[in-house]
């Protein structure tokens, strides 16, 4: 067996049996999913991808669309636009947390909703339709593949999105979303309800960690300063009100999202993804965290070990 794959394999054994934790409930549709869902995906620098377990089992990408719509705005517009309607410092609140900066009005991060609700309302485009369709092409080319929407989770998130949209009405009367707000909150949640796979999500990461070039197509999604600073904004912040903890202990820059996915980055060396809907009590996956924090270890992954 190749020894990869092997390895893969060991590691879900270690973390099958854990089923702490429960999946995300205040989205009706996702709840409704199968809760022992396991897989996890790697990708190399020759664009190999190799998966485990529940590998072609699709699922809603949710918050970790943030780091990709993120690298989209940072490609039109760049960091100083961006940088001034969304902070990058870690909010240390809970993904949903309604929190802007006092007499600003800023969010905190482009990873928490406030931020990513901010940064999409940063996409060009006139409506709905238009805006979706060039954070779906952004995506496609990360994930090198054609992704779609889908629409039920779509409709469930719009149905119970009123948090979403009070975050969206305190920071357009603030101007930091300058877009008709239902524009940027439907834009938003049709974002969170892209259809990916672990492997899809692998490749997604690898295209971040071999500097904007998807390792699978080769072709150049952003420039390298724009994936390095989607990175430096996910080792801070991608994993909520634990990215402390997790640069901590695993070392990776990573981002989660409420439907159970989790991915990771090893700049020039891999992208990771592991899928299990159970979360712990910040919105993180735990089979998917201890997934990637196996992986970490047995292959010496974190960033400031000396290599
Ligand atoms: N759709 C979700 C929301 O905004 C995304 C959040 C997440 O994955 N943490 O509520």
Known sequence: MDPIIALMQGVLDIVRDDNSGSPASYIPELAAVEPDRLGFAVVGPRGHVRSVGDDDVEFTIQSISKPFVLAHVLSRIGLDAVMERVGTEPSGEPFNAISLEEGTGKPANPMVNAGAIATTGLVEGGGVDDRTERIVRTLSAFAGRSLHIDESVYRSESTTGDRNRALGHLMRSYGIVDAPVDVA???????????????????????????????????????????????????????????????????????????????????????????????????????????????????????????
């Open 185 to 307: 909150l439907e834009t938003y949640f049709r974002q969170c309800s892209i259809a990916v796979t672990v492997r899809d999500l692998a490749v997604m990461a690898g295209t971040l960690a071999f500097g904007g070039l998807n390792p699978l197509t080769h072709e150049r999604v952003v420039e390298e300063r724009v994936a390095r600073d989607v990175l430096s904004i996910m080792s801070s912040c991608g994993m909520y009100d634990f990215s402390g903890e997790w640069l901590l202990r695993v070392g990776l820059p990573a981002k989660s999202g409420v439907s159970g996915g989790v991915l990771a980055v090893a700049p020039s060396q891999f992208g990771v993804a592991a899928y299990s809907p159970r979360l712990d009590r910040h919105g993180n996956s735990v089979r998917g965290q201890a997934i990637v924090t196996a992986l970490s270890d047995r292959m010496g992954m974190h960033l400031l070990e000396p290599h």
